[in-house]
């Protein structure tokens, strides 16, 4: 059965002992924060691998992402086949006083063209200027980490299985057929 002011009496204690231990400064500015490896900081872009989709800005439910595109054809390769056109990125901007930081964009990204940097001084006195464009965003592209490497006692992906299972048969019938070879040569000899 506990006594009146239990509780009261339990919060001075925590209050008692935090009090006498010695309290550290982060001087951040002249120190930088030991970041955990998976935080999440500011949206990166790799330019190459934007096929313009769209699927990132449909995606974000703060309408924050900006895109602008145009086609171009692309001449046939083969005289009887027909020119293919594509799209080509005019501009891709983010803005950030806008953004949650959800990482649907980055989710949903089927070519890898999002990614998570541990960049988080960006800020900037006018909140206009926190629309960022592709030339920042590519820049923050240098500051994402290396994804951690994958755990050797998980299963194998079931893609990779079957992949690995069709090409061991490819293998085995070409081995078959060299072995087979042979045998055919020996006998009209």
């Known amino acids: ?13 925590v209050t008692l002992r935090t009090m006498t231990k010695k309290s550290i400064t982060a001087q951040y500015p002249d120190v930088q ?4 490896p998976r935080s999440r900081g500011v949206i990166a872009l790799l330019e190459e691998n934007c096929t313009v989709c769209m699927l990132c800005a449909r995606e974000c439910p703060d309408w924050c992402i900006y895109i602008d595109s145009h086609k171009e054809t692309l001449p046939a390769a083969d005289p009887n086949a027909r020119a293919r056109t594509r799209n080509v990125l005019d ?22 063209a999002l990614f998570w940097s541990p960049e988080f001084e960006y800020a900037e006195t006018d909140i206009l200027e926190l ?8 820049e923050w592209m240098w500051t ?37 070879e042979p045998a055919q040569d020996g006998g009209d000899a």
Do not use: N, W
């Not at 924060?33 to 955990?36: A, I, K, S």
């Not at 891709?92 to 959800?102: T, V």
């Open 91 to 112: 501009r891709f901007a983010i803005d950030f006083s806008l953004c949650m930081y959800c990482g649907i964009c980055i989710e949903v990204c089927p070519f890898d």
């Open 131 to 138: 629309t960022h464009e592709r030339d920042r965003l590519r």
């Open 33 to 36: 924060p030991v970041l955990p």
């Open 1 to 13: 059965m506990s006594f009146p002011g239990a509780g009261l009496a339990k919060g001075l204690a």
């Open 144 to 180: 994402v980490p290396v994804p951690p490497a994958l755990d050797p006692a998980a299963e194998e992906p079931k893609e990779v299985a079957t992949a690995r299972k069709a090409a061991d048969k490819l293998a085995a019938a070409a081995k078959a057929a060299q072995e087979a």
